[in-house]
């Protein structure tokens, strides 16, 4: 029996769950729903949810604030004054388990946050490395915020999907900065922020140098690059 089995599911109540853009569309794909349904912004002046991972953007409301992109809480159904992952599935406490079961109802479609929750790649960029979960990590005289039953094991772990699930959490955490930058030039308010997703990341694949005939209407998306900028056709 894996480690989360039958677990209340502390961590998707407890953390803010930093996402990319490409966590954004490809949950909008999956399950119909639009930006607005499950993402938001957190403020986050301290960096505690960014962790050095996740970019900050600004806003014009409110432009001395760093913020991060990320997954919306919604209040708990079963434990009130709670929240969690407004993806989290709760099931009923039972006598089996006194703080029921979470289940996440996009699973196959998770961030990949979450997907390499808890390692992060060793000094050598190659290996998943087990970091500590605590106890808890958000207010202690809640039990259904309580993490992990007992430590994390590398058997716990799929060695191949883990070190996967980090370097593609590296690559698109790394794209996503660079967004970032681009945005953080001239912020726009928040309501724009999809359309501009919307706009770069349906830009992210360029033509083969045979197919690039200069498009009459040309742009360049000033992404930071060696030696360039990003370049591609106006839609
Ligand atoms: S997306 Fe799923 S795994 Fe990630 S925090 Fe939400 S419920 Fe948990
Ligand atoms: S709290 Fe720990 S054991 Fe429970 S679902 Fe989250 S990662 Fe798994």
């Known amino acids: 029996m894996g480690i989360c089995d039958g677990c209340h599911a502390g961590c998707c109540r407890t953390f803010a769950v930093p996402v990319t853009g490409a966590d954004i569309i490809r949950i909008c794909r999956a399950t119909g729903l639009s930006f607005w349904d499950f ?19 600004h806003f014009p409301d409110d432009p001395q604030t760093p913020f991060v992109i990320a997954l919306a809480h919604t209040a708990s159904e079963v434990f009130p004054r709670t929240t969690k992952c407004r993806f989290l599935l709760e099931c009923l406490p039972d006598p089996t388990h006194p703080l029921g079961q979470g289940r996440c109802q996009v699973y196959a479609h998770r961030p990949a946050a979450c997907r390499a929750f808890p390692t992060k790649f060793d000094e050598t960029g190659e290996l998943a490395l087990l970091q500590p979960v605590p106890e808890h990590a958000r207010d202690a005289n809640e039990p259904v915020y309580r993490l992990c039953p007992r430590p994390w094991e590398p058997a716990d772990l799929d060695p191949v999907e883990t070190p996967q699930s980090l370097a593609v959490l590296r690559y698109e955490m790394a794209f996503f900065g660079k967004v970032a930058d681009l945005w953080n030039r001239s912020p726009l308010p928040w309501s724009a922020f999809p359309e501009f997703l919307e706009f770069v990341y349906s830009r992210r694949i360029l033509p083969t140098a045979s197919d690039e005939a200069e498009p009459s209407e040309a742009f360049i998306l000033p992404l930071p690059r060696p030696g360039g900028t990003f370049r591609a056709k106006a839609a």
Do not use: E, L, Q, T
Request: net charge negative; charged share 25%; glycine share 6%.
């Open 39 to 57: 993402v938001c912004r957190w403020a986050d002046s301290d960096g505690h949810i960014a962790k050095d991972i996740a970019p900050h953007f």
